[in-house]
């Protein structure tokens, strides 16, 4: 989900960055027969390129606080777990990356041009929101595994529902959810710490239908 999210900022920032080089610096546009300072519903265009980043952002972190609210209710999972140590020093690096580079690009783009102010304001809330969800969230991530569906809350929200699970299998460091349809999904082992795995194995195997979900290759987990 944070991958999809960023995936599409990116190529709203790349119009938008344009946009604001061309206004800043006030260039001509030949096929309109103007220049960037003077171009008509320039406001209007950075308002609607900030309202769709805003969309995106908005809703990744609406995402991110629910799936934490939900995690820390232990009473609705048969397993829980926090996320283990080596995640965790990853969601701390790559978050506070994130958070620097977007509050970068947002100040960025207002030194290029003031009138971007829209858009910067987006990835400098976006910033600050970042870091306000790894502080509080980082003691509190973690991994739910339920009847109906796992759920690891961190940097990144993952949901798999075992609802058309057909088969689960383990590679490497990645289990394999194969469903109707041939759609898969996986699951970072690492996540869950290594002296959880066998307990989490033991209780998906009790929450998955055997006569429906063929579940191979997990025996090391087991040993």
């Given at each position: 989900?944070?991958?999809?999210?960023?995936?599409?900022?990116?190529?709203?920032?790349?119009?938008?960055?344009?946009?604001?080089?061309?206004?800043?610096?006030?260039?001509?546009?030949?096929?309109?027969r103007n220049?960037?300072?003077?171009?008509?519903?320039?406001?209007?265009?950075?308002?609607?390129?900030?309202?769709?980043?805003?969309?995106?952002?908005?809703?990744?972190?609406?995402?991110?606080?629910?799936?934490?609210?939900?995690?820390?209710?232990?009473?609705?999972?048969?397993?829980?777990?926090?996320?283990?140590?080596?995640?965790?020093?990853?969601?701390?690096v790559y978050?506070?990356?994130?958070?620097?580079?977007?509050?970068?690009?947002?100040?960025?783009?207002?030194?290029?041009?003031?009138?971007?102010?829209?858009?910067?304001?987006?990835?400098?809330?976006?910033?600050?929101?970042?870091?306000?969800?790894?502080?509080?969230?980082?003691?509190?991530?973690?991994?739910?595994?339920?009847?109906?569906?796992?759920?690891?809350?961190?940097?990144?929200?993952?949901?798999?529902?075992?609802?058309?699970?057909?088969?689960?299998?383990?590679?490497?460091?990645?289990?394999?959810?194969?469903?109707?349809?041939a759609l898969?999904?996986?699951?970072?082992?690492?996540?869950?710490?290594?002296?959880?795995?066998?307990?989490?194995?033991?209780?998906?195997?009790?929450?998955?239908?055997?006569?429906?979900?063929?579940?191979?290759?997990?025996?090391?987990?087991?040993?």
């Amino acid at each position: 989900m944070n991958r999809l999210t960023n995936s599409f900022l990116l190529v709203l920032f790349f119009p938008t960055l344009a946009l604001a080089i061309f206004v800043g610096f006030d260039f001509p546009i030949e096929f309109i027969r103007n220049s960037g300072a003077n171009l008509p519903y320039k406001e209007y265009i950075f308002a609607f390129l900030a309202l769709l980043m805003a969309i995106l952002a908005v809703n990744r972190s609406i995402r991110r606080w629910v799936a934490l609210f939900t995690i820390r209710q232990t009473d609705g999972f048969v397993f829980h777990t926090k996320v283990s140590n080596e995640r965790k020093k990853r969601v701390l690096v790559y978050t506070l990356l994130e958070a620097g580079i977007i509050a970068i690009v947002g100040i960025a783009l207002f030194i290029v041009s003031s009138e971007s102010i829209l858009c910067s304001m987006v990835f400098l809330v976006s910033s600050i929101d970042n870091l306000i969800f790894l502080i509080i969230g980082l003691p509190r991530f973690g991994v739910g595994l339920s009847k109906k569906a796992i759920i690891i809350a961190d940097r990144e929200v993952i949901v798999l529902y075992f609802s058309g699970l057909r088969k689960v299998s383990l590679s490497q460091q990645t289990l394999f959810f194969d469903y109707i349809q041939a759609l898969q999904l996986t699951f970072p082992v690492d996540c869950i710490p290594e002296e959880n795995r066998k307990e989490f194995l033991y209780n998906l195997e009790a929450v998955t239908d055997k006569d429906r979900v063929f579940i191979e290759n997990l025996g090391e987990w087991k040993t």
